[in-house]
C-alpha cells in the first residue's frame, strides 16, 4: 500500500493484470487513453464529495474501478451525485472532444464508452450503485438492497452470457475476456449475496 493525499491507496492484483492484459492487447497509447479516461472518472467523483464536505479516507483500484472510502455521512441525494459525478465527467469529456475533431475521437470515443460502462445497472459499478441508492431513498435501504441485489444479478448474469457470445461471434476477442470475468463475478456475488470487490 502506498500513502496518497489523505488516506491510502490500494490497487488490487486483478487491476494489475488487467492493466498488463490491456497493455498486451492494445499498446500504450490506448492505455494511456483509457487511464486517462478513468483519471477523469475518479476526479468527478472526488470533486463532488470534495463540495460536499466529504473527506476521502482511502481508495481501493480493483477490475471494475476505484472504490473510495469517505469520513462521514452523507444524505442520499449527496451520495446519489457523487456516484453520477464520475460518468458525468466522462460524458461530458467526451461531447467536447468529439467536437474538436478528427484527432481526438479515440479520446472522445473512451470517455463516452467509459461513462457508459459505469452506468450499466450492475454493483459495484455505479449504475449499480446509484440504484441502490434511488431505490433506498425513495422505499427505504432494505427494499433498495433487495431491488438493487435482484436487477445487478440479472443483468450481470446478461452481460457474462452476451460478452461470451460476442466473443464467440466475433472470432475469439480474447480482450472481451476480462469483462466476461468480471460480469461472471459479479452475478456470483449477488447471487452468493456477497458484494465485496475484485
Not at 478513468?38 to 476521502?56: I, M, P, Q, S
Not at 446519489?80 to 461530458?92: H, I, K, Q, R, T
Not at 457474462?160 to 461471434?169: E, F, I, P, R, S
Amino acid at each position: 500500500m502506498w500513502r496518497r493525499y489523505d488516506g491510502t491507496l490500494h490497487i488490487s492484483g486483478g487491476f494489475w493484470l488487467l492493466l498488463g492484459w490491456f497493455l498486451y492487447a492494445n499498446g500504450w497509447w490506448l492505455l494511456l487513453t483509457v487511464l486517462a479516461a478513468a483519471g477523469l472518472h475518479e476526479c468527478g467523483h472526488y470533486a463532488v464529495l470534495r463540495l460536499l464536505g466529504a473527506r476521502v479516507v482511502s481508495m481501493r483500484v480493483g477490475v471494475f474501478g476505484a472504490e473510495m472510502k469517505t469520513s462521514g455521512a452523507l444524505s442520499y441525494a449527496g451520495e446519489l451525485a457523487a456516484v453520477l459525478a464520475g460518468p458525468a465527467a466522462n460524458l461530458a469529456a467526451g461531447l467536447l472532444l468529439a467536437g474538436a475533431g478528427e484527432p481526438w475521437i479515440a479520446a472522445a470515443g473512451a470517455q463516452v464508452v467509459l461513462g457508459l460502462f459505469n452506468l450499466l445497472p450492475v454493483r459495484p459499478l455505479d449504475g449499480g450503485r446509484a440504484l441502490t441508492l434511488a431505490v433506498s431513498w425513495a422505499l427505504g435501504p432494505a427494499v433498495g438492497e433487495r431491488a438493487a441485489g435482484a436487477v445487478s444479478g440479472c443483468a450481470a448474469v446478461a452481460l457474462a452470457c452476451g460478452t461470451v457470445w460476442l466473443m464467440g461471434k466475433t472470432g475469439g476477442s480474447f480482450w472481451l475476456l476480462p469483462a466476461a470475468a468480471g460480469f461472471a463475478a459479479a452475478a456470483w456475488r449477488e447471487l452468493a449475496g456477497k458484494r465485496s470487490f475484485l
